[in-house]
């Protein structure tokens, strides 16, 4: 089997949301990958609609949290509704 | 459990102070809960113990397919095959979630499951047994499934992500297997000849010691337990998740209306648990050692499916190669 593509899985569970990591396949080639994700993933109603994406494919930020990929975001506290006082009066928006 | 006696390389544990900063790190994270993922570093003996207790839990689902595949033709009726057969699939998808869950760890497949057919590694004892009548499809899913779920609900706990979310999966599935199970003991033993009813009590007495078995001997003092735990791979010892599995199964052995091969299996009052004789460990021993009733000849099954099944790979690949030589050439 190592000659075969590692396909990453994605499933909607419902029409209305979005797709979600659920695991992965090997298979020959995408039509495979989706077929054998359909008897791994949603043997019992999981899902209305499957993505197979090839692994390799995929690229991704690094793995250790202590990375400082995400700090520019951390100290900009002004991005979040909560930054903002209201006076009482006006204090549903 | 169907990963028995998993070898983590420790003699001792490490206190935090002894650990190298990385270690430190590690531990710190894995006593705050933080779950490890795949690309996080880890200490080389985290990943070696999980390789080893995932791919042999992984064999374990795959070989388990095979005693029940034994019945699969003679089931009683349409109805019994339909659920057998998806209970089948289940492990076979079982299988497949710890292999991906595995090859997160940078272990290979194809080398794993090679290993598995030379004989370096195990698969649990519990498969090594025959299945003799089609009441023992119902005492496999009542027992051994039942003995996987006590075992396999703290592991979707497990400090390894992958691991855990594997788990997840697979203890919903459980649960039916279980049922489906204890519902074929009930129908034989309500509505079936007295010749049935002795067949479930039977199967009962064959499957009852090697079912306990599989949680494995007491680890109290052993090292790979302790790092194990310490690693939260592992969340409660042996003994205890046996003495859980044990407490929750005599009620229903007893609504079964059939009895335990255990003279000394009693209610205990004043520990509110129940009590049970000695098992005989040396047979667990000869099991994982291979002197076994069927451990040669599920290995040669396996060989021989994976064998036989080249021709379909070959060909799988033969037709991706070609599909993607005429899209080539259409474009």
Known sequence: MADWTLYEVFVRSKHGLNHKHVGSVHAADAQMA??????LYTRRSEGVSLWVVPAEQITASAGDEKEPFFDPTDDKVYRHASFYKLPPEVDQM | MYAQQVDTGAKRLKNLEEMSPEERHFQEKVDAEVRIEPKNWMPEGYRKTLIRQISQHAHSEIVGMLPE???LTRAPTLKRKLQLMAKIQDEAGHGLYLYSAMETLGADRDEEI???????????SIFTYPTLTWADMGAIGWLVDGAAIVNQVPLQRCSYGPYARAMIRVCKEE???QRQGYEILLT???????????????AINRFWWPSLMMFGPSDANSPNSAQSMAWKIKRHGNDELRQRFLDQTVPQLEFL??????????????????????????????????????????????????DEGQWVRDAAVAYARKQKQKAKSAA
């Not at chain 2, 034989?188 to 039977?202: H, I, L, P, W």
């Not at chain 2, 047979?283 to 994976?306: M, N, T």
């Open chain 2, 175 to 177: 649960s039916f297997h």
């Open chain 2, 69 to 71: 595949g034994n019945w």
């Open chain 1, 34 to 39: 989706l077929e054998n994700a359909r008897e």
């Open chain 2, 188 to 202: 034989m033993m309500r509505e079936g000849t007295d010749e049935q009813k002795a067949m479930v009590q039977d």
């Open chain 2, 257 to 306: 209306g059939c009895t335990a091969p255990d003279p000394d299996l009693k209610w205990n009052e004043e520990t509110g648990h129940y009590d049970f004789g000695e098992i005989q460990w040396q047979e667990f021993f000869d099991v994982l050692k291979g002197h076994s009733p069927c451990g040669v000849e599920r290995i040669q099954q396996r060989k021989s499916a994976i």
């Open chain 2, 114 to 124: 090679e290993k598995l057919h030379r004989g370096e590694v195990k698969f649990s």
